[in-house]
């Protein structure tokens, strides 16, 4: 088991920095099928995860496994385009990874993304929710094992796991760009099976509106290191058993390229909105 500690993470970071990359504000994980914002990058550089040092590499459509450095509406960015997932193999150390080498990298800010299966009836595919609040249900926690001190604290307070300014500025710029946005409760499972009729109808009833098989142990490591976190779900498809049709990986790469100009508008405009040096 790879266990995160400041050697590995500095050998990481020192050898990102020595790329000459603009050193980032804001850190922004896209999820399967939303890669299409780094074509907004200005100033852009790449880095392939297979380059770098002590990196995973992603194993699933729709992650074209990349570090992008340049400019989004004003402000310095890196995007992961393309997460680690734990179905994919990885232990919990290698998927948040990355969080805590952004973290070191300079980010006070995460975005983070994903296609999640809609549970609350009211949803629709293609709809984009902010998260305001998640379940772990993943089975484990990226946390266990020994502190990592020069990060966060032994017990990270999880109140506020997703920061509500930052929602309201979401909030805002939907509003303001005339697009429909959800909110509410994202569940993260483990995977990689979809989850049947039985467990979908469990999940509504205890409060969960979207699920995925990602994001909660990314923002746990984001909240035990300080960053503000800001989480955006792309309702790819209906959960199991709410339209009584078969589920496929297909399903949510079509819808992901379905809303891509509504998912890029967003994000810009939350991106142009953020006053980073105001901690929002």
Do not use: W
Not at 14 to 35: A, N
Not at 101 to 129: C, H, P
């Amino acid at each position: 088991m790879i266990i995160v500690n400041s050697e590995r993470l500095k050998e990481t970071v020192d050898f990102i920095k020595g790329r000459g990359f603009v050193r980032p504000e804001i850190g922004v994980i896209l999820g399967s099928g939303l890669g299409i914002l780094a074509s907004e990058v200005e100033n852009r550089k790449n880095i392939n995860y297979s380059e770098i040092p002590n990196f995973p590499v992603s194993t699933v459509e729709g992650h074209e496994g990349q570090l992008v450095f340049g400019k989004i509406a004003g402000k310095q960015v890196v995007l992961m385009q393309g997460r680690f997932h734990f179905y994919e193999g990885y232990n919990m150390q290698q998927v948040v990874f990355p969080v805590r080498v952004m973290r070191e990298l300079g980010i006070k800010i995460l975005i983070v993304t994903n296609a999640a299966g809609g549970i609350n009836k009211s949803f629709n595919a293609g709809d984009l929710m902010i998260i305001d609040d998640h379940i772990n249900l993943m089975g484990t926690n990226p946390l266990i094992g020994p502190n990592f001190d020069e990060a966060g604290p032994r017990f990270p307070d999880m109140s506020e796991a997703y920061n509500r300014s930052l929602i309201k500025i979401a909030e805002k710029v939907a509003e303001t760009e005339g697009i429909a946005i959800k909110k509410g409760v994202y569940v993260g499972l483990s995977g990689p099976s979809y989850e049947t009729p039985a467990e979908i109808r469990y999940l509504r009833i205890i409060g969960c509106d979207a699920v995925g098989m990602s994001t909660v142990p990314e923002v746990i490591v984001a909240n035990h290191g300080g960053l503000k976190v800001l989480g955006i779900s792309l309702i790819t498809n209906m959960a199991a058993g709410v339209l009584q049709q078969k589920l496929s990986h297909e399903e949510v790469m079509e819808t992901a390229d379905r809303v891509r100009n509504q998912f890029i508008t967003l994000l810009k405009g939350i991106l142009q909105e953020v006053k980073v040096s105001e901690g929002l």
